[in-house]
């Protein structure tokens, strides 16, 4: 398929690239050495992630560890860890993920410096980043030059199909990932053929009997508690089945012309609520974001609205799209009260006895009573501002409830939110 | 309670009315006596039904049978039935159960005078009719004189709640159910205390083990294989066992007093379907007006007009009333396709490739391939007209399809159904 083979010539670093940053990293690395010596601490930097591996593809980042023996309490390595990194990077930031690192950038590569604490296979690992150096061991102690091209195509192809990226709000298929399927499988062709036809979860190794509810369980070869396939979506795999079946058949004017149908004119009605993303890391705040979808969703549906599209973009902002039926709700809804043989079927006539909400009733229905009532409000931005109100929709996003704006009719179309909507298709 | 007293007072025919009944009975029943006699022919009048076992109310009909010897064909008692009643009964007309029979009146009483096989206990019934003198012999054995008045007190109570009567457009309790009941359970009262307390099916006798699927199963004592609640619907068995809860918690402001609430101003989107009721018997044609009301909404739910009630009025005409939401379909709809995983997928993305109709997509959403698609029709009446055309909606109702009549707007305030729709109380 010469289309992804162009695909991955264009994206496989230069040999003059690859030169480059392997002398950043050796620069680096001994200016780590030279201070631990310096200050007699027992720590060494160790090169992992993809470009150590060589399964980087262009413009990867480099991850440069700094492993401490076990020796040193954590909150030791965290504070030598920050002060090395800043001393070898020039400009660099502090992130944090379960320890604090420091991230820059040297001749325009990006580099993070981590500390961990050096473990060997089968010892216990204090927290997860300790486990990365073990990953880098075992792909590089299992991978021929032909796997390591057959890695970065897999990579070049869930990019193509856009299921590759192990962020929260990608939830798709990690560089880990695609190194533990071609070493199982052996090679590229042999992988995508059993996708192809693959019924059901993605299960690696096949016989495995670990017992996991995601629809992907890739066991972690150097820890088999771990399924290192746990953040992929069902909706991902199933991109990776069906661009699989297109390949196997040869179908690249589906797999790689996706073409989106967009059509404007649906005539249907369209509100976006808008509000800005705060200033925190993408992982934490795009499950708080599909909640807000999820509870804009709900409010929607239970109130009768008739919604029957959303979209999410995360962006500057967090945009919530819902395309729905109703503008205003009627005077008259279906309320199901008890089964009519309970104990609370008195209660509920009672209940409703002279409110002037009632519209019609009570009375029953198959086994049931029910009353037509005027709806509290009939008004849908009002309702989602008294539910949303009362919602819980995250630790982060909480506080900006107040804040979200409401975009309604042509504006809607001006939001990226819009153009994620519309361009919408396979991958 | 007194109200329900007074109304068995005022439904329990005088001794003077019971008196004419009997002389019109024996009246009648020597005039056949005497024509068998003349003819040579083997064959008994018989008095059944509820004037004969004392358990009637005010204006109830009389059915007297002509028992023939089992000795003769179908055909014979068929014939000699129709000839004999007409002999004894002016001006009477000639109806169709199983056996056709004549029907007519004497001083203001309807009669019905219909031929039966003379069936002992035990004995295999040749039609259904031929069990109805077994069904006397049992009552009239089994009750004394304050079952009598609690059989009829049962009768009012359930005309008060409006579930008496076996039509299949009443679908409630018969009479034959209210006399099996109160020999059951001995009194009114301690049928209703059942009543309220009943969870699921009700069933007689309680130790029952035939199996019947009908929510009501009561074993009819003369032929243990019927069930002689097989035509009470589930909302009726609900009906009775609420207003058992009321009738026993004295909610008489419940029980007797429904008034209805009736809000004209609901703001919703109605539509009224009508046709001319054709000139077959109702236990007939109401079945297919149930059908037709149900394809109706079907259509409607189908093709996202979203209904949310609906009635049906059989008077002179069938009315079908249905409240909605959308008066027309948006340019898009949500078009769910074959899983990704299946060999369907890529015949179903073939397939809307290049449709004008595609709006949005080929998309994955969770494990399914979707299209976003204009629909083929977007006007209510048109499609429900198309859709009609295709269906089938009974034996004597199709012919009629091309005739029913579409009601909009205020215009349907003005149809029985709209005032049975807005009066739809408890009972």
Redo the contacts between chains.
């Keep these: 398929m010469n289309y992804l083979e162009n695909k991955l010539q264009e994206q496989t670093p230069t040999l003059q690239e690859q030169e480059k940053l392997k002398n950043i990293v050796s620069a680096i690395a001994s200016d780590i050495n030279a201070i631990c010596k310096t200050e007699g601490i027992d720590a060494t930097p160790l090169e992992v992630g993809s470009v150590s591996k060589g399964t980087n593809l262009k413009s990867s980042d480099i991850d440069l560890f700094i492993t401490f023996s076990r020796s040193y309490p954590v909150e030791y390595i965290e504070k030598k860890g920050l002060e090395i990194g800043h001393a070898v990077l020039e400009n660099a930031i502090e992130k944090y993920a379960e320890h604090p690192y420091v991230s820059g950038s040297v001749s325009g590569i990006k580099i993070d410096i981590v500390p961990a604490f050096r473990i060997n296979e089968g010892e216990r690992i204090v927290s997860s980043v300790d486990r990365t150096p073990l990953h880098t061991i075992y792909v590089k102690s299992r991978t021929d030059s032909k796997m390591v091209h057959d890695i970065r195509l897999l990579k070049v192809f869930l990019k193509e199909i856009n299921v590759y990226g192990s962020e929260v709000a990608k939830s798709g298929f990690s560089g880990y990932i695609c190194e533990i399927a071609i070493i199982a499988f052996g090679t590229f062709e042999k992988f995508i053929q059993y996708m192809a036809n693959?019924?059901?979860k993605l299960i690696v190794p096949e016989n495995c009997d670990k017992e996991f509810n995601e629809p992907v369980i890739i066991i972690d070869p150097v820890d088999p508690t771990r399924n290192a396939g746990a953040a992929v979506s069902?909706?991902n795999?199933?991109?990776l089945?069906?661009a699989a079946?297109?390949y196997v058949?040869r179908?690249e004017d589906?797999l790689f012309n996706p073409e989106?149908?967009?059509?404007y004119?649906?005539?249907?009605?369209m509100k976006a609520f808008v509000l800005k993303k705060p200033d925190i890391i993408d992982d934490i705040i795009y499950p708080q974001a599909v909640r807000l979808k999820n509870r804009i969703w709900d409010i929607f549906q239970k109130s009768?609205f008739?919604p029957?599209?959303s979209e999410l973009y995360m962006g500057e902002n967090i945009e919530i799209l819902i395309?729905y039926?109703?503008n205003k709700l009627?005077?008259?809804?279906?309320h199901m009260g008890p089964?009519?043989?309970s104990n609370e079927?008195?209660k509920f006539?009672d209940a409703w006895k002279g409110n002037s909400r009632?519209?019609?009733?009570?009375?029953?229905?198959?086994?049931?009573?029910y009353v037509?009532t005027k709806p509290r409000y009939t008004e849908l931005e009002e309702i989602i501002k008294i539910e949303l109100e009362k919602s819980d929709i995250g630790k982060n996003l909480n506080q900006y409830k107040g804040e979200i704006k409401v975009v309604s009719g042509k504006d809607v179309n001006k939001l990226n939110v819009a153009k994620k909507?519309?361009s919408?298709?396979?991958f």
């Design positions: 693959l019924k059901g069902v909706e795999l199933s991109k089945k069906l079946k297109l058949t179908r589906i989106p149908v967009i059509k004119d649906r005539k249907t009605i009768g008739m029957f599209s395309e039926m109703r009627p005077d008259a809804q279906k089964p009519a043989e079927s008195i006539i009632l519209m019609r009733g009570p009375y029953i229905m198959g086994d049931r009573i037509d909507f519309y919408k298709s396979l």
